[in-house]
C-alpha cells in the first residue's frame, strides 16, 4: 500500500505570506496525485487533480507541482480563507483505490 | 445546482448495521462514479470504496472488505453505502463524492469535484 506522508503537520503563517506544503509517497504515483481543502465542520473541497490541474472555480492563488513521489502545494499569498486544513491524495488508476496522507493544518500565526 | 445530499445521522449499537444514502441533482447520475470516504472525530480523511453508476461495479478498500456494500438506485439518482457489524471505531462522518466521469465506455478522472454534506454515525452501547 502506497503511504503519503504530508509535512508539515502544521504550520503558523500570516495573511499574505507564500506557502509550500509538501506530500511524499511511499513510491511513485506518477502524477496522480491531488490536493483537498477542508474547514472544520465543512466536507473537502477539491483544489487540484493530477498533481498540477486546479480544479473548477479555485482561485489561481493555489498551484500543485511535482511528479513521482514528490509534490508540493503552493498558496502563492495567502488569504483569511485559506486557513484550513489540507489533504493529498493519491489514486490507482484502475479499478479506482485512493489514500489519503495524514493531512497539514493552516493555522494563522 | 450539482449536489449530492446524504441522509441523516444515525446512532447504532455495536453488532448492528447503517446505511447511508446520497442523492444527487442537476446532473446525470450515471455519467459519474461515486465514492464514500470517513472522517473519524478528529482524524484525517480514509477511502472506503467507489462505485460505477452506471455498471454497478464496485472496488472497496481491502480494510472493509465483507462489511460494506456499495449501491445505487438510479430510478431515484441515489447511491447507498451500508456499513455492517459496527464497533466503536466506525463512529464518524461519512461522505459521498463525486467522482470519474463516465464517457465513450471509459471513465475519467478529474478529482473527487462534488461532495455530499456528510453524515454522522455514532457506535454507541
Known amino acids: 500500500e502506497i503511504v503519503l506522508t504530508q509535512s508539515p503537520a502544521t504550520l503558523s503563517v500570516t495573511p499574505g505570506e507564500r506557502v509550500t506544503l509538501s506530500c511524499r509517497a511511499s513510491?511513485?504515483?506518477?502524477?496522480?496525485l491531488a490536493w483537498y481543502q477542508q474547514k472544520p465542520g465543512q466536507a473537502p473541497r477539491l483544489l487540484i487533480y493530477?498533481?498540477?490541474n486546479r480544479a473548477t472555480g479555485i482561485p489561481a492563488r493555489f498551484s500543485g507541482s511535482g511528479s513521482g513521489t514528490d509534490f508540493t502545494l503552493t498558496i502563492s499569498s495567502l488569504e483569511p480563507e485559506d486557513f484550513a486544513v489540507y489533504y493529498c491524495?493519491?489514486?490507482?488508476?484502475?479499478?479506482?483505490?485512493?489514500?489519503f496522507g495524514q493531512g497539514t493544518k493552516l493555522e494563522i500565526k | 445546482q450539482v449536489q449530492l445530499v446524504q441522509s441523516g445521522p444515525e446512532v447504532k449499537k455495536p453488532g448492528a448495521s447503517v446505511k447511508v444514502s446520497c442523492k444527487s441533482s442537476?446532473?446525470?447520475?450515471?455519467?459519474?462514479?461515486i465514492s464514500w470516504v470517513r472522517q473519524a472525530p478528529g482524524q484525517g480523511l480514509e477511502w472506503m470504496g467507489w462505485?460505477?453508476?452506471?455498471?454497478?461495479?464496485?472496488n472497496y478498500a481491502q480494510k472493509f472488505q465483507g462489511r460494506v456494500t456499495m449501491t445505487t438506485d438510479r430510478s431515484t439518482s441515489t447511491a447507498y453505502m451500508e456499513l455492517r457489524s459496527l464497533r466503536s471505531g466506525d463512529t464518524a462522518v461519512y461522505y459521498c463524492?463525486?467522482?470519474?466521469?463516465?464517457?465513450?465506455?471509459?471513465?475519467?478522472?478529474?478529482?473527487?469535484?462534488?461532495w455530499g454534506q456528510g453524515t454522522t454515525v455514532t457506535v454507541s452501547s
Open positions: 493530477d498533481a498540477s
Open positions: 442537476d446532473y446525470t447520475f450515471t455519467t459519474y462514479g
Open positions: 463524492a463525486r467522482d470519474r466521469e463516465y464517457r465513450n465506455n471509459r471513465y475519467y478522472y478529474y478529482g473527487m469535484d462534488v
Open positions: 491524495q493519491q489514486r490507482i488508476n484502475w479499478p479506482p483505490m485512493y489514500t
Open positions: 462505485i460505477s453508476t452506471y455498471t454497478g461495479n464496485t
Open positions: 513510491q511513485s504515483v506518477s502524477t496522480y
